[in-house]
């Protein structure tokens, strides 16, 4: 019911500059946050950036400074501008969003399909 298609993934240069964006469609009803995660072969998935209700956002403490995370409303979508990438910033990103969908009482996660970010020294 819901379906979310991220882009903007690829290869740069350390200290170079990345945007990913993820668009969701379907019968949604209200969302309550996005987010973006990542992982990292052999690591756990770990949150990077969320945005809420009142434009508060999140983010992980090794990308605070260098990431934004943006959203709009109007076409249901989640930006992530990724600034002085590292090579340690490598890793599948995977947009989340939190959404009540229509005659569903209960807010379910629904992940996009990943996109590839990778930052070469």
């Known amino acids: 019911q819901v379906q979310l298609v991220e882009s903007g993934g690829g290869l740069v240069q350390a200290g170079g500059s990345l945007r990913l964006s993820c668009a969701a469609s379907g019968s949604i009803f209200s969302i309550d946050a996005m987010g973006w995660y990542r992982q990292a072969p052999g690591k756990q998935r770990e949150l990077v950036a969320a945005?809420?209700?009142?434009?508060?956002?999140l983010y992980a403490d090794s990308v605070k400074g260098r990431f934004t995370i943006s959203r709009d409303n109007v076409k249901n979508t989640v930006y992530l501008q990724m600034n002085s990438l590292k090579p340690e910033d490598t890793a599948v990103y995977y947009c989340?969003?939190?959404?009540?969908?229509?005659?569903?009482?209960?807010?379910?996660?629904?992940w996009g399909q990943g996109t590839q970010v990778t930052v070469s020294s």
């Open positions: 945005i809420i209700s009142g434009s508060k956002t």
């Open positions: 989340n969003i939190r959404a009540a969908v229509l005659l569903r009482d209960a807010s379910l996660d629904y």
